[in-house]
């Protein structure tokens, strides 16, 4: 394999990401690139050649953490660097693999030496190597949370910090982060998007011509890597001096007050939280004007940093796409050009969530604020089909086979299969809220996350072990249990302890771990009201949103006429999930049977793929099932699989109305789970139905009182 880069310049089209890459090369104190996109889009083909022109950098020889002869750092664990010599190399391409540690991120101390012999033996980690280069995370979207809080703290501190058991070690970490992420498969948490400095969304162009010129150009690259490299070397120097010229230019580069109050007018128009975007828009219009060889911002300097800067901080809840109202900045930067703005006065509200609507600039009436448009014609969300047609209600309950009229050319169905189902329009969902918390008994190993109980990285102390590997979390009390009473034998004559290797205990720690939140739901004709629908799918999206906060994975499964479908496989999007239970339909039989054994096939794959993440199974029906002969005892074999395997599982009973025939209570029996209703699913209703029974019970006592004292009393006269 060559280690000839494809070049920068070779790279077709995205000019967003190439502009926000640069910044970053000029600027690292932007605060890094967040790259979104759909896979096969070469965002990490633009990352490594973006290493390729940087400008080298020079090192003090022999340290490890890539000082700066100029101005070593003091701290620096292979420091001080009294006269140093220096060499000169290319800027480090780090690369961050998904399964990374944090001992490989930080690096890790040598705590047997730092104990037995006093001497802090420092292992450095990628951080040290990234210092001064580029810090590449692929799929950052996929590594545990606290990996990535761990990053985004060195990337703003420029330091790196390591401590274990009261020894310490920090070295300088300053580099240009670039993550990039498929959104298909998960999102990051907010608090985590907000701390990339510029995000920028792309996908591959459906221009046919572009496309044919991406594909000639791979090919040729590929054949002739560096024959193909020496066609755009010269484009590649130019782009490189350009990248030191705005370095150089940078610090004279002046942000005028003008430009300084439409950042923050921007920012807060959007109402974006904390005062981080204002300051990462400020640092990128700088960055752009050196990029364009000027000293002064300018107003297209924040707009474009605007649509850097801030669609991904408008992100409040896992549902919500990143986006920018694009006429809503225009109008935001046109109030506040003036240097020196009116007083506060003339204006339909001196703070008007997002200025005046979009009319004329006269005395237009404050109609529809927060940037929407008067016409009310952009971005809301009149869709999905939502009120459209004249309504086919929702058909019979169980849609048997007088189907067949809505469909005269179609051949006569033969008997032995089920008549095709009758789909409903799909119904919006409702609301979601905070639902109960629901847990796999036991302890598990899995990822970190915030569901069930497990040993983990982090939590709180429960015992300790012999070490399993490297010793990362020192048990000192054990260890110094283990020791003590060897200390004669071993010769001690002075105060300080005489350590094996044998004495070493780490810390065992309980925290939580996500699971895979496996959702089998009934879609079938049984379930199509419209308000029940409604209540279900607020009810599942509940769920939904439970699982993201708790960092599990999820999937689907839906159930209706004559079969099961994987509606969305297993993954760490719930986004997705949301989508597909938004445009689901309804109609037609109840094969639970099917669902269920569906559900089971998931899981027996997903336990191979990932053997230490334990699934929970919900459920979501009303326990009917009338998919083929015997299809209710069908469905209760299937639920026995689950029981016998110990699959933690919940039952959502949807059954509604006066008369109720309690199968989904039975269905939760056979699977070894709890059932709940709708209702119960709220933390207060479970809270309210407590409170009614006991209010229920004091009435009857009282009640039950008031009639033995009569009787009494009764009796008393009798006699």
């Not at 210092?131 to 790196?160: F, K």
């Not at 999007?573 to 089971?600: C, I």
């Not at 099932?625 to 015997?630: F, I, K, M």
Request: net charge negative.
């Amino acid at each position: 394999m060559t280690d000839v880069r494809y070049p920068f310049t070779a790279i077709v089209g995205m000019a967003d990401l190439r502009l926000g890459l640069l910044l970053n090369a000029v600027s690292p104190a932007v605060g890094g690139v967040l790259v979104r996109g759909e896979k096969g889009t070469a965002k990490s083909t633009m990352v490594r050649a973006l290493a390729g022109l940087l400008p080298s950098i020079a090192t003090v020889d022999d340290c490890r953490f890539a000082c700066d002869p100029a101005a070593p750092d003091p701290q620096c664990p292979d420091g001080p660097h009294a006269v140093p010599s220096a060499s000169e190399h290319p800027a480090q391409l780090v690369e961050l693999p998904v399964g990374v540690t944090e001992d490989r991120i930080v690096g890790s101390l040598d705590l047997e030496r730092a104990l037995a012999e006093g001497v802090k033996a420092y292992e450095p980690g990628l951080l040290a190597r990234a210092h001064r280069g580029v810090l590449y995370i692929d799929e950052v979207n996929l590594l545990q949370d606290h990996v990535v809080d761990l990053l985004l703290d060195a990337a703003a501190m420029g330091r790196s910090y390591v401590e274990r058991e009261g020894v310490s070690v920090r070295h300088a970490a300053r580099f240009l982060l670039v993550g990039t992420m498929n959104p298909e498969e998960g999102e990051l948490r907010p608090q985590l998007l907000d701390r990339f400095g510029l995000t920028v969304e792309i996908a591959a162009t459906r221009d046919p011509v572009e496309r044919a010129e991406v594909v000639r150009r791979r090919l040729a690259y590929d054949a002739d890597p560096a024959g193909f490299a020496a066609r755009f070397a010269g484009e590649e120097r130019a782009l490189a001096e350009r990248i030191t010229t705005a370095r150089e230019l940078l610090p004279a580069v002046e942000l005028t007050d003008v430009a300084l109050r439409q950042i923050t007018a921007v920012c807060a128009a959007f109402e974006v939280d904390g005062l981080r975007a204002d300051i990462v828009m400020a640092r990128t219009a700088v960055a752009l004007a050196a990029w364009d060889g000027r000293t002064e911002v300018l107003e297209e300097d924040v707009r474009r940093a605007a649509r850097l800067a801030l669609p991904h901080r408008r992100r409040r809840n896992p549902f919500d796409a990143p986006g920018l109202d694009e006429e809503q900045l225009d109008r935001t930067l046109e109030e506040h050009a003036q240097d020196d703005p009116e007083p506060e006065g003339d204006g339909p509200g001196p703070d008007g969530d997002g200025g005046p609507d979009g009319g004329p600039q006269d005395d237009g009436p404050d109609g529809g604020p927060d940037g929407g448009g008067p016409d009310g014609g952009g971005a809301p969300e009149p869709s999905d089909g939502g009120s459209e047609a004249p309504a086919p209600e929702a058909p019979a309950p169980e849609a048997p086979a007088a189907e067949g009229a809505d469909a005269p050319t179609q051949p006569p169905i033969p008997a032995q299969h089920p008549a095709p189902a009758r789909e409903s329009a799909p119904v919006a969902a409702g609301d979601p809220f905070r639902t109960r918390l629901f847990t796999v008994k036991g302890t598990g190993h899995g990822a970190q996350g915030r569901r069930s109980p497990a040993e983990t990285t982090g939590g709180h102390t429960i015992r300790a072990r012999r070490p399993q590997g490297a010793l990362a979390r020192l048990h000192l009390t054990a260890t110094l249990q283990a020791a003590a009473p060897h200390q004669a034998t071993r010769g001690r004559s002075g105060r300080a302890l005489l350590l094996r290797k044998d004495d070493f205990r780490e810390q065992v720690r309980q925290g939580r771990e996500s699971n895979l939140v496996l959702f089998v739901v009934d879609a079938s004709g049984s379930m199509a009201a419209r308000q029940r629908m409604t209540a279900v799918k607020g009810a599942v999206l509940s769920l939904l949103m439970d699982a993201y906060q708790r960092r599990d994975k999820i999937g689907m499964i839906t159930f209706r006429g004559a079969d099961a479908e994987l509606a969305l496989p297993p993954t760490s999007s719930v986004e997705v999930g949301a989508a597909r239970l938004e445009s689901l339909p309804t109609g037609g039989r109840t094969p639970l049977a099917a669902g269920l054994l569906r559900a089971h096939e998931v899981l027996r794959v997903e336990r191979l793929r990932d053997p230490n993440r334990r699934p929970l199974l919900v459920v979501v029906t009303d326990g009917r099932a009338t998919g083929g002969r015997d299809a209710l005892a069908q469905s209760q074999r299937a639920a026995a699989l689950f029981a016998a395997q110990g699959t933690a599982s919940v039952v959502l009973d949807c059954e509604s109305g006066p008369v109720r025939l309690g199968l989904a209570r039975t269905l939760a029996g056979l699977l070894g789970g709890t059932a709940v209703s709708l209702d119960e699913l709220r933390p207060e209703g479970v809270a309210s139905l407590v409170r009614e029974n006991r209010s229920t019970n004091r009435s009857t006592n009282h009640s039950a009182n008031r009639s033995a004292n009569r009787a009494t009393t009764t009796m008393r006269k009798a006699a």
